[in-house]
């Protein structure tokens, strides 16, 4: 008998297996919701007490939609589930001889199944000292932050023209030319364009800078080259500074080193390196260089059948190639978990995983998008046919009625009106750099500001 | 000549004067906008990029509205104003003998009029060490705390319920029975017994206490007494325990000190008293005890007839009373200054201010409030009829069709769903006192967490 038709005979209660799944991401979200009808008991732990529709976080972060558009209580979306509970709490410690999960109090949780499923953060290759600098895009907080520097650049322009006459350059650099790179910067590109045409008195939006650093060759490089090239075009167009084989060697407060050279920089962001949560080092199983656990095809680590790795965390092969960390993947693994356990329930050998990719897309800025399809007819598709696409299927995976209005409404806001539902600078009024650039004011306000 | 009518000889250029206008709520707004037809240059000087509903911003703190529903970019309401341009910046300097408006910077603005709008925040009558533990309700940062809060509290309850069986005692307690007070009290009561039933596993969150303390002898004292005796029944129905008579002697962390006796309380919340912003005493003009700064019925303060003080930060006599600090005085007191410039222009004696008190009304949770109308016809309404109408004209007064459908669907949504769309908890999961109270786990987790 092989290692995936073993019997449950590790589940101490085969009649009604306790299964805790640690992250409330799009892989554990989708594995509890997948476990709803079988005779199991279901905790699942987050830090945060929300799930996060995280391909829209760039939205939040340019001022479109509001935090909550995007994010459900996991409590709420599961409440209707009987044979679930929901831990706000953080794991420290994973036995996997005993089979427990231990939590920050020091409390543990015994577990039949364990589903890791923690997800992925950003990574600065070592250089944790460029945070400060340069956030990164990976949750709410990042995102009102991303927003508050963004918005308040401009703010501190149109104060400091006014005030003395003069005022340090506009220019937004995005390290990283990944999809959320580009996303970023097609999205910081509109907003300093089209939707601040009006607003400002003493300084021109329309003249601030777009900055996209890559080091690689081209753009969106997990892509075909075809949609690289239209989405750099693209980019161009709307006047983003693309610069591939451009390596980032320092970044520090109002600038950003960059092939030796020194680049002003009102606002840095990052969008370059991502590495696996700290959790999949608590299994003692084999990780790759960005600390993924390696995982079969029935998402296990080696030796550890009880153990399901999944999402972003999770390294597993497929034809040769690994499945990307995006939610599609995440999705499937987390319904193929329940069907593992209902297979085990039956006594039935386990189902063999596989990815079924339907394609990736990436949005450019106002009704633009790249988008390889696989299903159900394969294409690459841009501008307005990608954008369609886009739009229909980030709407339709959206968890909740409440929230799909929502962000329809706040979409069909922006793109009509040319104005953003949520420009809110909440927090501080500092800008990493900008003050050491300011000098004392030397003119006294001219009399007339509207000229 | 008396005062009111003399010409406008203080102004500079009096083919388009300057008008500096400090704070961008309902009285500084509505002044500018006022003025949008008149030849004058307005700067209007906020710390804040938005201004704010306020009289919703308990909605933000109960998780029914997002900040962005109930906020506007001051830039965005006056982008098609020609003769307005927005500093987002700090007064910190008034010089009224040579019209000049000192900023953070030390740069200088002049003016010919200045309109001061500056508002009120919250007081803790000289106990500042109580914020801390009872943070206020003024802007959107505070409404995001104590939203914070309020979630955190229940699911540490149900966290340490689950890993140690036991938890402190679930109370929130509201300092101060005025309408922040009663609407705050009403809405956490509501979160409790309704929106909360089906999301907990281990905690009942309706048997959680709430209780609102007053040291008056009723509940919102501003009120006609037949009203007031109307909210305190609405809220002891939806088991909020009143405590009038109640003198708060000490805060600190999860508890509160109230007639001598200390109380637990997971979370508290200060809607007990305001003062009026610093900002009122650069005039040196004479100021109330409350330092709200004592104007005539043109507005000004004595022998400075082109400053204007508006809003919460005006202590205006009419009929024997003050006018009170809330939003329609405020924006009368805007559409007023606009009136005055306008006569100086045309060198017509400037008309007096006149409050047209068209009532006033609080909410007490789901689908009741307390309504005194004076205009269109006068009437003491409680209940739905009073719901209805608070509905009706705070969704006419919010700023910009965007916000009032975001409203509406938010609250459709909420009263048919029972649930709220805005339940996120953001930042750290630390809350005063609570850890305090917590022992070390001493039980293991029991087997089956869903009995």
Not at 101 to 117: C, E, K, N, P
Request: hydrophobic content about 45%; glycine content about 8%.
């Amino acid at each position: 008998m092989s290692e995936h038709t073993r019997p449950p005979d590790y589940i101490r209660d085969p009649h009604r297996p306790r299964v805790v799944i640690v992250g409330g991401g799009f892989a554990g979200l989708h594995a509890a919701l997948g476990l709803a009808r079988l005779p199991v008991d279901i905790t699942l732990v987050d830090r945060r007490n929300h799930h996060l529709f995280q391909p829209l976080l760039y939205q939040v972060a340019l001022a479109v939609l509001s935090p909550a558009d995007i994010a459900q209580p996991i409590r709420s979306v599961l409440r209707r589930q009987p044979n679930a509970e929901v831990l706000m709490d953080e794991v420290t410690g994973i036995d996997v001889a005993a089979r427990l999960v231990t939590l920050r109090s020091g409390a543990q949780l015994a577990y039949d199944y364990l589903v890791l499923a923690a997800g992925a953060t950003h990574s600065y290759f070592g250089h944790d000292e460029w945070e400060p600098f340069a956030p990164g895009l990976k949750t709410i907080e990042d995102a009102t932050e991303i927003r508050r520097r963004v918005l308040l650049a401009f703010e501190l322009a149109e104060r400091q023209m006014l005030e003395q006459g003069w005022h340090p350059p506009l220019n937004f650099v995005v390290i990283g030319g990944g999809p959320t790179g580009v996303e970023l910067a097609g999205a910081i590109s509109d907003v300093a364009q089209l939707y601040m045409r009006h607003d400002f008195r003493h300084i021109d939006p329309a003249a601030s800078r777009v900055l996209l650093l890559d080091g690689g060759p081209r753009v969106l490089a997990a892509y075909p080259e075809d949609l690289s090239q239209k989405a750099q075009a693209t980019l161009r167009n709307l006047g983003v500074e693309v610069h591939t084989q451009t390596h980032v060697t320092a970044v520090g407060p109002g600038w950003v080193e960059a092939n030796g050279q020194r680049l002003h920089a009102a606002v840095t962001l990052w969008a370059a390196g991502v590495e696996a949560s700290p959790l999949g080092r608590l299994l003692g199983a084999p990780l790759d260089r960005r600390g993924c656990v390696l995982v079969d095809d029935r998402l296990n680590p080696p030796a550890l059948p009880e153990v399901f790795v999944l999402g972003d965390l999770a390294h597993i092969e497929q034809d040769g190639h690994q499945i990307p960390g995006v939610a599609q993947p995440a999705m499937q693994m987390g319904d193929h978990v329940a069907r593992i356990v209902a297979a085990d329930l039956d006594r039935r050998p386990r189902p063999p995983f596989r990815y079924f990719d339907k394609g990736d897309m990436a949005t450019i800025g106002r009704m633009a998008a790249v988008a390889k399809v696989e299903w159900p007819f394969k294409a690459h598709l841009r501008g307005f046919p990608a954008w369609f696409t886009w739009v229909t299927v980030h709407i339709f995976f959206l968890i909740g009625f409440r929230n799909r209005l929502a962000v329809l409404i706040n979409w069909a806001w922006a793109y009509f009106n040319f104005t953003r539902g949520a420009r809110l600078i909440t927090g501080d009024q500092h800008l990493p750099g900008w003050e050491e650039q300011t000098q004392a004011p030397t003119t006294e306000r001219k009399p007339n500001p509207v000229d």
